[in-house]
């Protein structure tokens, strides 16, 4: 088979697109591509990845223009005229090369309120959660969310709107507003209410097209609009 | 702007949204009615003059978009470009008030007949 030809982002947000030639082999990943570059062509490449069997959301690029897990996209699959682009996610700074700084990711799922608020204790004893209620149900995706930043680097709010809090934090808010045993409903709604938050949101659908685990952020974020509106109609926020 | 407001405003768009939705699909399709008669004045001023239910369908529509369009308006020049804040909030509530007074010019305009063409 020919090489590969693959053009891989260096630098920061300054920077540009170095070629490299990479052997293809049978079942070749992306990130199998990546870690041929970095030990075998250029010791200096920098990037992230950890289980490499598509579980831990580390290795996630942007490969032709795509956000995505590298360790789960074959090259045959995405590799056009045998030439593939690979580049850090989007939406955030560039640390180097295909690693980006995941802060803002994450503070904004803290400013979703995207935590745990109880009042049980250990004595209390367990919470009986009906895995058939509606609001266990409605969760019952959007609770396998780890945080990888494929939908944050997918969604075009996020590029336009520098406060939007994206699709995975408020994903979070909303698993934990159908937390039966949560407490912090109130300030929650508060949180992802207005321009910043839920209503923000266009329905491009980019952050469930591209979610690697098959969750809808769109379809949390509905919700919390239908939430949010409800409660401030009735004074509640 | 407090969150409150932001809220009210997106609900107040996804609602004349709902309104458009219809009063758009009525004025498409008594224009295309309209031309497949002849388009002409006297035609359609036949149709509005004294004609209070057209006056109040298009009384809504002109509302309707009064609102829809300087909310739809903020978000997008938020989005394209650095500008947000108060002075762009006045800008659309002016554009706003701009389409209410023409639209219902016109409006008015197509009710109120007799005297000329």
Same mark, same amino acid.
């Given at each position: ?10 630098g ?27 030990r ?5 490449? *920098? ?6 069997? $598509? =579980? %831990?959301g +580390?290795?996630?690029?942007? #490969?032709?223009?795509v956000?995505r ?21 989007r ?8 690693v ?11 400013k ?28 019952? *995706? ?6 990888? $930043? =494929? %939908?944050? +680097?997918?969604?075009?709010? #996020? ?12 994903n ?20 992802v ?16 097209e591209?979610c ?5 952020p ?7 609009k ?9 004074g509640?926020? | 702007m ?32 309209a031309?497949r ?29 009064a ?11 938020g ?39």
């Open positions: 088979m020919e090489n590969l030809k693959v053009r891989i982002w260096r920061t947000e300054e920077g540009g697109f170095q070629d490299f030639e990479v052997p293809r082999q049978e079942s070749q990943t992306v990130l199998d591509v990546v870690t041929y570059v970095q075998k062509c250029d010791p200096t490449l *920098a990037y992230r990845f950890a289980c490499r069997v $598509g =579980v %831990c +580390s290795c996630a690029m942007t #490969v032709n223009g956000s897990w590298t360790c789960r996209t074959h090259v045959d699959k995405v590799a056009e005229d045998n030439r593939v682009e690979i580049a850090p996610l939406n955030l700074p560039v640390i180097k090369d295909l980006t700084d995941m802060r803002e990711f994450f503070d904004k799922w803290a979703a309120r995207g935590r745990f608020s109880g009042t049980q204790m250990r004595k209390d004893g367990f919470a009986k959660v009906s895995p058939e209620s509606k609001e266990r149900k409605r969760i019952e *995706a959007g609770i396998e969310c780890i945080g990888c $930043g =494929v %939908c944050y +680097s997918a969604c075009d709010v #996020v590029t336009w709107n520098k406060d939007y809090l994206g699709p995975a934090a408020l979070r808010a909303w698993t934990l507003i159908n937390d039966v045993r949560d407490t912090a409903r109130v300030e929650r709604l508060a949180a209410a207005g321009d910043a938050g839920c209503h923000a949101c266009h329905t491009h659908l980019n952050c469930t591209r690697p685990k098959g969750l809808s769109t379809a949390g974020i509905a919700g919390l239908r939430a949010v509106l409800a409660a401030t109609l009735s509640e926020i | 407090s969150r409150r407001t932001e809220v009210l405003l997106w609900g107040a768009q996804r609602i004349t949204a709902m309104v458009l939705a219809l009063c758009v699909t009525v004025h498409l399709v008594t224009m295309i009615y031309v008669s002849g388009l002409s004045a006297a035609e359609i001023l036949g149709r509005t003059q004294g004609n209070i239910g057209w006056f109040a369908f298009y009384t809504l529509f002109v509302l309707a978009v609102i829809h369009a300087p909310i739809g308006l903020r978000t997008i020049i989005e394209m470009t650095d500008a947000r804040g108060r002075g762009i909030d006045l800008l659309v509530g002016a554009i706003g008030i701009g389409l209410a007074v023409f639209g219902m010019r016109a409006v008015i305009g197509v009710f109120s007949g007799g005297g000329g063409a």
